[in-house]
């Protein structure tokens, strides 16, 4: 009996231990806020697969953004940079396709529809391949059930919280980790209009607004790839912000995958 009590104690002790050091690592750009390294809080075990594909891939079916008059959801000039910076050719995307063997990273651009079971299926083999998946969030995906549905089917456990900035609300913040390959080569303010709140339970936050609400979060999913929600894809749409001091930094580094 002794002996059993003893054992139950030290169990509870490991446990009570291995909660401690948990928590989102974000905060400004300069340092962390005391919680676990957010390159590898959510990877134990999981060793990150460096992807093979030289293009990115931005996907608007599923229900997802339609460009409209005001360039809101058209992507020709970070097309254009990342063709410019690295090489590399953007395909754009508004009906399925299993072809994503040549994708270094798979933006899903808002879409609020259910992905069935063969997509999410293409999304894992790709995520194995190393791919980055990205989902980019608008105001109008913000509390979608579909959207938290698609996440968990990708084997994640963040989410969108529901809320979100206020309408039309410009958003700039420097309230960023320095220590993840998305946003370590930032050092001024980045800008978001009316972005998603994220949820980065079982993943990491990496960039906050003043008030702490969480912006950008990445998860190494059990497949090696990272998977990244992001509350607004208009940080990097022609509408005008992809020129805003590092928004195309932080552009550049989803497309990256640096491990």
């Keep these: 009996m002794i002996r059993t009590r003893w054992m ?21 750009n300069e ?13 134990d075990g999981v060793e990150p697969i460096a992807p093979t594909g030289d293009r990115a891939l931005l996907y608007y079916g599923n229900d997802g953004w339609v460009p409209d008059g005001f360039d809101k959801g058209a ?15 953007t395909d754009h995307r508004d009906s399925w396709s299993g072809e994503l063997d040549a994708f270094r990273m ?40 579909d959207v938290t549905q698609l996440l968990s089917d990708l084997g994640s456990s963040m989410g969108l919280t529901g809320d979100s900035a206020d309408q039309n609300q410009i958003v700039q913040t420097d309230a960023y980790t320095s220590s993840h390959p998305i946003t370590a080569g ?37 497949t090696g790839g990272d998977l990244v929600v ?20 932080l552009a550049d580094g989803l497309v990256l995958v640096e491990l």
């Design 8 to 28: 139950l104690l030290a169990a509870l002790a490991l446990a009570c231990d291995g909660k401690a050091g948990q928590g989102d690592d974000t905060g400004s």
């Design 31 to 43: 340092e962390d806020d005391g919680g676990e390294d957010d390159t590898d809080a959510d990877t």
């Design 75 to 89: 992507f020709d000039k970070v097309d254009t940079r990342w063709k410019d910076q690295f090489g590399w050719n």
């Design 106 to 145: 798979i933006g899903i651009v808002g879409s609020t529809e259910a992905f069935d079971a063969t997509q999410i299926a293409d999304l894992l083999a790709a995520s194995a391949r190393g791919t980055r998946i990205v989902y980019f969030a608008d105001r109008a995906s913000c509390g979608d059930p």
């Design 186 to 222: 930032l050092s001024a303010t980045l800008r978001f209009k009316e972005p998603c709140f994220v949820d980065p339970t079982g993943g990491n936050a990496i960039i906050r607004d003043s008030g702490s609400s969480v912006l950008v979060a990445v998860e190494r999913l059990d």
């Design 230 to 249: 992001v509350g607004d894809f208009q940080f990097m749409d022609d509408g005008g912000y992809l020129d805003h001091e590092d928004n195309a930094l």
